[in-house]
């Protein structure tokens, strides 16, 4: 099995920047792709950014030019900068390997403060 673990959340001023990262454990897998994403406050759980094996980037286009998705198959960051309360969310790490097998993390609460 493969455990995804998230670490980097926290409250934060509107303005300011964290970086999350998620950690991949368990038996070794590769990813087509790998991702982050979020849920607000009555609010579905949205794509945030995405990268695939191949090297292919995907945005929301609300964090476009603020966020940006990085790293490997074992490590991956989402460095997030000029944060807005609108950006307050449980944001979650993703490791899609096909159609049949997909892995999530636990979740890190990110809290964006007027």
């Known amino acids: 099995q493969v455990q995804l673990v998230e670490s980097g959340g926290g409250l934060v001023q509107a303005g300011g920047s964290l970086r999350l990262s998620c950690a991949a454990s368990g038996r070794i897998m590769s990813p087509y792709a790998m991702g982050w994403y979020r849920q607000g406050p009555g609010n579905q759980r949205e794509l945030v950014a995405r990268?695939?094996?191949?090297?292919n980037l995907i945005y929301a286009d609300s964090v476009k030019g603020r966020f940006t998705i990085s790293g490997n198959i074992v490590h991956w960051y989402l460095q997030m900068n000029s944060l807005k309360p609108e950006d307050t969310a449980i944001y979650y790490c993703?490791?899609?390997?096909?159609?049949?097998?997909?892995?999530w993390g636990q979740g890190t609460q990110v809290t964006v403060s007027s």
């Open positions: 993703n490791a899609f390997v096909s159609a049949q097998e997909e892995f």
């Open positions: 990268m695939t094996r191949g090297g």
